[in-house]
T-cell receptor, first 112, second 112 residues
Framework: GQQLNQSPQSMFIQEGEDVSMNCTSSSIFNTWLWYKQDPGEGPVLLIALYKAGELTSNGRLTAQFGITRKDSFLNISASIPSDVGIYFC????????????FGTGTKLQVIP | SQTIHQWPATLVQPVGSPLSLECTVE??????LYWYRQAAGRGLQLLFY??????ISSEVPQNLSASRPQDRQFILSSKKLLLSDSGFYLC???????????FGNGTRLTVT
């Protein structure tokens, strides 16, 4: 099946720093979704991307749909302690849009 | 607006006991419904999804089953729990092929 690889797997950053993470796939995706999961809770949708090359912002978060349609990037500017959590990329499988595959996750720790 | 409810929030069950986790969605009709499992500190594994009443697709052969007795109700069951069934179970819904998934708050299951 389709796999989504995220990097880095985890990162420690200082409060106020910018953060970049990415997600790559071996196959083409038509939609890219970015989620954040706080400990003990369900993932919450941050940004949805529907078009190759699309760049979308949500507050301090910016995500891009890669031109090749095989990758996506999430940037967080001026990190704050509440940015701590696990960030997942996801996308519906091209073989059947009902199924949504999730990436391996990037665990973010922010040092105050 | 749409809401998703999942219960219980936590559950401790002995090995060999049955399981029933319930998920309901409000404010929408004919949603796609999903059960995911998340092992500690890891990604989300799709277990089952349903595109309509009585229609269940299983992604991973295992000790669990799912049912959709009503349009907005999705149930995850087991006749006899195994230790390996422990994990964080997440219910989710989406409307239409290319729309994002929306998650419940999850059930933490510990099999002892």
């Amino acid at each position: 099946g389709q796999q989504l690889n995220q990097s880095p797997q985890s990162m420690f950053i200082q409060e106020g720093e910018d953060v970049s993470m990415n997600c790559t796939s071996s196959s083409i995706f038509n939609t890219w979704l970015w989620y954040k999961q706080d400990p003990g809770e369900g993932p919450v949708l941050l940004i949805a991307l529907y078009k190759a090359g699309e760049l979308t912002s949500n507050g301090r978060l910016t995500a891009q749909f890669g031109i090749t349609r095989k990758d996506s990037f999430l940037n967080i500017s001026a990190s704050i302690p509440s940015d701590v959590g696990i960030y997942f990329c996801a996308g519906p499988n091209s073989g059947g849009y009902q199924k949504v595959t999730f990436g391996t996750g990037t665990k973010l720790q922010v040092i105050p | 607006s749409q809401t998703i409810h999942q219960w219980p929030a936590t559950l401790v069950q002995p090995v060999g006991s049955p399981l029933s986790l319930e998920c309901t969605v409000e404010g929408t009709s004919n949603p796609n419904l999903y059960w995911y499992r998340q092992a500690a500190g890891r990604g989300l594994q799709l277990l089952f999804y349903s595109v309509g009443i009585g229609q269940i697709s299983s992604e991973v052969p295992q000790n669990l089953s799912a049912s959709r007795p009503q349009d907005r109700q999705f149930i995850l069951s087991s006749k006899k729990l195994l230790l390996s069934d422990s994990g964080f179970y997440l219910c989710a819904w989406k409307q239409g092929n290319n729309s994002p998934l929306h998650f419940g708050n999850g059930t933490r299951l510990t099999v002892t």
